[in-house]
């Protein structure tokens, strides 16, 4: 039987599709804004940034190049003040994860509307999370005021992504899906939402990374970090985040590898305590010995993406302190962890053996 539930849809204005690039300009006057703050972090965002000058009816009031993953506390202070000296009203990012968030601690400080145009599968345009990092520690937090007001999705501009890019930002999608499964949040329209961005992502991304130019292929695969952006933001960062957000926060590993790594053994450890989830997770990735962990650990390995920390840079001898540092942030969790059982994950983690389930 349907369980009783809550589900708060996020105001937002999706356009998806071959060509989107090009109805940037059409929605940035649809805001009502004249002074816009653009900020771009690639090749293909560069070239559609610059034609923006061309436009009538509004102004690029600036255009900002330089951005950092996490967001570090002095890149953000010299951003808002850079948007402060251009009288922004509003800001357009065109790029990654990166370059998103630095558009929504602008957002959040200058109460101004963002047009995201996402060049990977972060899933950062579809979320009210917003993060700033210093001293060590990534600090998150929620506010509605970091929505993007519009998100084009323009599958074309994904078609230079190299593969050791494309596959970690599919695992970090991927890991948006699988706790929203269990976040804070979950309920039956989320699970619906979660599991068919997997689906999605686990049928296009061997295409993908087989074939970078495979359109229909991208296609997907972007579909379903579009609809696992839906699932977290409806939701909130949970037990495999939390412990991403250490790896990062502290220790400066790439958000996305340490998804693609750290996935599967979070997934093996939560696993016994979520039989339903896990049955519906191994259905949509079609494993059909019900090993969703396994399964997960298979995909990262077939498509050449990171599997052990030590591949990231991580030195074993951090391995305690990531713990720790994640055991005090992390929050409920379906199953019950201490410290040393955060530890024992990140151990597996760094060997990067393909982990068995457990049990709690």
């Keep these: 039987m349907t369980p009783d539930f809550v589900y708060e849809a996020l105001p937002q204005r999706v356009l998806f599709g071959a060509g989107r690039r090009h109805d940037v300009a059409a929605e940035i006057r649809r805001l009502g804004v004249r002074r816009v703050f653009v900020i771009s972090d690639s090749a293909n965002g560069n070239e559609l940034a610059d034609s923006l000058g061309d436009e009538v009816g509004f102004q690029v009031a600036a255009t900002w190049r330089e951005t950092a993953q996490h967001v570090p506390e002095d890149l953000a202070a010299r951003a808002r003040a850079a948007a402060t000296a251009a009288a922004a009203d509003a800001v357009v990012t065109i790029g990654g994860g990166s370059s998103t968030g630095l558009a929504k601690v602008i957002a959040l400080s200058h109460d101004v509307p963002i047009v995201a145009v996402p060049t990977t599968y972060a899933g950062s345009e ?34 230079g992504l190299p593969a050791r890019v494309t596959g970690p930002s ?53 579909y379903g970090a579009y609809l696992s952006g839906m699932a977290l933001g409806a939701t909130a960062a949970a037990f495999h985040h939390k412990i ?42 079609r494993a059909t010995d019900g090993d969703a962990a396994g399964a997960l650990w298979d995909l990262a390995a077939a498509s050449n993406v990171p599997t052990s ?19 005090s942030e992390i929050g409920p969790n379906p199953r019950p962890y201490t410290a040393a059982d955060i530890l024992a994950l990140l151990e597996r983690a760094f060997s990067g053996d393909r982990p068995s389930p457990q049990r709690a």
């Design 126 to 159: 579809q979320t009210a999370i917003y993060a700033i990092t210093g001293g060590r520690h990534k600090q998150t937090g929620k506010n509605a005021l970091v929505l993007p007001r519009t998100v084009l999705y323009d599958p074309e501009l994904t078609l």
């Design 170 to 222: 599919a695992f970090n999608a991927m890991a948006h899906s699988v706790e929203a499964l269990y976040a804070p949040g979950a309920n039956p329209v989320v699970s619906a939402l979660a599991m068919a961005g997997v689906r999605a992502i686990h049928g296009s991304l061997p295409i993908v990374m087989a074939d970078p130019g495979d359109l229909a292929g991208r296609t997907d695969l972007l």
């Design 244 to 285: 991403c957000h250490v790896l990062g926060g502290t220790f400066n590993l790439v958000h996305a590898d340490a998804h693609s790594v750290v996935l599967p053994h979070a997934v093996a450890f939560n696993a016994s305590a979520l039989p339903d989830e896990m049955a519906m997770l191994a259905d949509a990735m």
């Design 309 to 327: 920390l030590a591949q990231l840079g991580l030195q074993r001898d951090d391995l305690a302190e990531a713990a720790n540092r994640a055991a």
